[in-house]
């Protein structure tokens, strides 16, 4: 196969494609919720949760959300922390600060009405190429590809193409082809039956080829070679960074947190955290230094937590300051508050144990 592949155009083939997809997907597409409607709103929430997520885990989040935020103006209103924290277990929380900017841009912008074409919509905070491809083909019925990593497989597969998908120009190439192929009407029916045979037959592993509409069109089904596509050159390993996480508790039972400034989490509430794996006596040492004396240490475990391109490797301590004293930056807070602040999903073992709170632990 060339890279070229998607230049050879076939008609008849296209028009089959396109038959197969519509007709199966009318026939078998999941009940969702979002799919109920068109109102752009509620479809970019839906398409922005559903990144990097399985729809199954949105589907809660989604309700959540939408009870919290019922309109685009509700959302343009809201202050950053209600929004973080509509959002909290769902992760890549700059997708949530967008959404905000996103709705406010809109309000103030355009009057709260959403913009319709998929180049305005692509000029908005969080609103990528594939996002704004699918608003405008299911809100707007207009012609223009939503090309995601489903899109990139099924493809792949039916075109037996071996171009390297983590290359930006293959997914250019791929888009321009799509354009070409899909129909003039019912555009976001085409784009969404092409996504949901990505997502429910076309899967990476094994494909469920014989349930598959187009298998009679598919050139790796025919020749067994379906496993190998589509080629995506191996990820860089992880960064392993270590983390002493530290749960700063005064004599009232309230914790030490802060609000993240960093871009990573920006936003969130943390516990003090530092950036090192330290043992008990460790930590004793580095709190001595900064003036902070304990009562009491408890080691409360380790948990890890993988980012796109990082891994945090965390080992927890609650420490009981002797005289209540904080730490610059800082500021205590009851657990009752605690709960209504929105935390990463990194620290949610810290969390749980706080609302356990386990009673073992040493006196120093
Ligand atoms: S026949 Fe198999 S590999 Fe080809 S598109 Fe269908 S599910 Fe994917």
Redesign the pocket.
């Known amino acids: 196969m060339t890279d070229m592949v998607y230049e050879q155009r076939d008609n008849e083939k296209e028009e089959r494609l396109v038959r197969n997809l519509m007709d199966w997907y009318y026939q078998n597409q999941r009940d969702l919720i979002w799919r109920k409607t068109r109102e752009p709103y509620r479809i970019w929430i839906s398409e922005i949760m559903a990144q990097q997520t399985r729809i199954t885990a949105v589907l809660p989040y989604y309700e959540r959300f939408m009870k919290t935020f019922p309109t685009l103006k509700s959302l343009a209103e809201a202050s950053e922390d209600e929004v973080l924290k509509s959002w909290e277990g769902l992760g890549y929380y700059s997708r949530a600060r967008n959404l905000l900017k996103t709705a406010q841009i809109i309000q103030v912008d355009h009057q709260g009405d959403f913009p319709q074409g998929s180049a305005v919509l692509k000029k908005l905070p969080g609103i990528g190429e594939y996002t704004a491809g699918a608003i405008a083909s299911i809100c707007f019925d207009e012609k223009v590809p939503a090309v995601d990593g489903n899109v990139q497989r ?1 493809f792949a ?2 075109y037996e193409n071996r171009m390297d998908i983590s290359i930006p120009q293959s997914k250019k190439l791929l888009t321009e082809f799509v354009r070409e192929v899909m129909p003039e009407r019912e555009t976001g029916i085409f784009n969404q039956a092409l996504m949901e ?1 990505g997502a429910l ?2 899967i990476p592993k094994i ?3 014989e349930s ?4 009679g069109l ?1 050139e ?2 025919k020749k067994g070679t ?1 496993a190998e ?1 589509p080629v995506k050159a191996p990820k860089k390993a992880a960064k392993q960074e270590s983390k002493t996480i530290l749960l700063i508790t005064n004599g009232a039972g309230e914790v030490l947190l802060r609000q993240r400034t960093e871009k990573l989490l920006g936003g969130l509430w943390e516990f003090y955290m530092i950036e090192e794996d330290l043992t008990e006596e460790e930590v004793l040492v580095y709190l001595e230094k900064i003036g902070i004396s304990l009562e009491k240490i408890t080691y409360i475990g380790a948990a890890t937590h993988i980012f796109t391109h990082k891994q945090w490797n965390m080992k927890g301590y609650e420490c009981k300051v002797k005289d209540g004293k904080g730490i610059d930056g800082f500021s205590f807070y009851a657990k009752e508050q605690i709960e209504n602040l929105a935390l990463p999903t990194a620290l949610q073992f810290f969390r749980n144990w706080l609302s356990e709170e386990s009673q073992i632990g040493f006196s120093v």
């Open positions: 099924v597969r039916i045979l037959i076309c494909p469920n080829c598959c509409p187009v298998q598919c790796a089904y379906q596509l």
